[in-house]
T-cell receptor, first 115, second 111 residues
């Protein structure tokens, strides 16, 4: 199946710093990518839909100024957690549907720990 | 939008027994239902999916059944093994190819 690469896999940062997470579709083009957040022992919660060449669509309750999303090309979406705080510590996962399919291919996830 | 509910939240079975996880969805227009397996700290992996033009699909020890009238679908794992222990998520599509996930089921297979 299609491959989605996500980096970094683990980040530890100080409170107040910003962290950028990259999500790449390696063998297909993705006009849309999705960003999820997963807290321990909980389900995946959609944060936002990343749209190539246009603004991201954020789910209710997700601060767009805190979670900046850029989808500058057909293979790359980035999520920047700005001024991170301990409550932002979580597992962030991106996904992308392969063209013409319903199937979502997931990145490996990024574990963010904010001290 | 789509609302997906999943039960049970935890399931413990003896090795060799069967496990069944059930999900209900709200949008009758949904036509694609995947199941994902997620091991601790790893990405969700698609294990099986079903489209609305079939009622059942099987892949070795894993099967999924779909009842469109009742708007529910189930995952069946037979002859469970310790390596089946993981969290399983069902999902149903929303507009624009996005998925709404169920709350997850933590399956524990005891040797």
């Amino acid at each position: 199946g299609a491959v989605v690469s996500q980096h970094p896999s683990w980040v530890i940062c100080k409170s107040g710093t910003s962290v950028k997470i990259e999500c790449r579709s390696l063998d297909f083009q993705a006009t849309t990518m999705f960003w999820y957040r997963q807290f321990p022992k909980q389900s995946l919660m959609l944060m936002a839909t990343s749209n190539e060449g246009s603004k991201a669509t954020y789910e209710q309750g997700v601060e767009k100024d805190k979670f900046l999303i850029n989808h500058a090309s057909l293979t790359l979406s980035t999520l920047t957690v700005t001024s991170a705080h301990p409550e932002d510590s979580s597992f962030y996962i991106c996904s992308a549907p392969s063209s013409g399919e319903n199937i979502q291919y997931f990145g490996a996830g990024t574990r963010l720990s904010v001290l | 939008g789509e609302n997906v509910e999943q039960h049970p939240s935890t399931l413990s079975v003896q090795e060799g027994d069967s496990a069944v996880i059930k999900c209900t969805y709200s949008d009758s227009a949904s036509n694609y239902f995947p199941w994902y397996k997620q091991e601790l700290g790893k990405r969700p992996q698609l294990i099986i999916d079903i489209r609305s033009n079939v009622g059942e699909k099987k892949d070795q020890r894993i099967a999924v059944t779909l009842n469109k009238t009742a708007k529910h679908f189930s995952l069946h794992i037979t002859e469970t093994q310790p390596e089946d222990s993981a969290v399983y998520f069902c999902a149903a599509p929303n507009a624009g190819n996005m998925l709404t996930f169920g709350g997850g089921t933590r399956l524990m297979v005891k040797p």
